[in-house]
């Protein structure tokens, strides 16, 4: 069963690994939103902060969590990278809605993101 799970601005589809008592083991098998990109306790800010590059969760990639942050997985699966690609161009076609500096650094991230994933996947990410 897979379940819906946000950490930190990203939010992925999980199945579960372990469940303790207290921590439940997660394992990434699809991106369904990409991490916001710049310093998340200064949103939309990019003088004056340092800037994140947030990359999302590896396929695979495990966390603990609590039960309370998983919710039920409505939705279709997909491949991990199909779901990456689709995850980065609803975040840029967001960013690229308005033109200002916080949207620019944003995109410069995710264009130098995709460079990173396309090592990483073998996928060419457009």
């Not at 690994?17 to 369904?32: E, G, M, N, P, S």
């Not at 840029?92 to 990173?116: G, H, I, W």
Request: net charge neutral; with cysteine.
């Amino acid at each position: 069963m897979l379940y819906r799970f946000a950490h930190k601005s990203g939010v992925y589809a999980v199945e579960v690994v372990d469940d303790t008592a207290d921590q439940i083991l997660v394992k990434v098998v699809q991106v369904i939103k990409h991490p916001k990109q710049g310093d998340l306790h200064s949103p939309n800010e990019v003088e004056g902060v340092f800037f994140h590059e947030r990359k999302a969760l590896s396929l695979y990639e495990k966390r603990y969590t609590t039960k309370s942050k998983l919710k039920p997985f409505e939705g279709d699966v997909q491949e991990y990278t199909v779901s990456l690609q689709q995850a980065l161009t609803k975040l840029e076609r967001d960013l690229q809605e308005t033109d200002s500096a916080y949207s620019r650094a944003a995109l410069q991230c995710l264009n130098n993101l995709k460079v990173d994933y396309t090592r990483q996947y073998k996928v060419d990410f457009k």
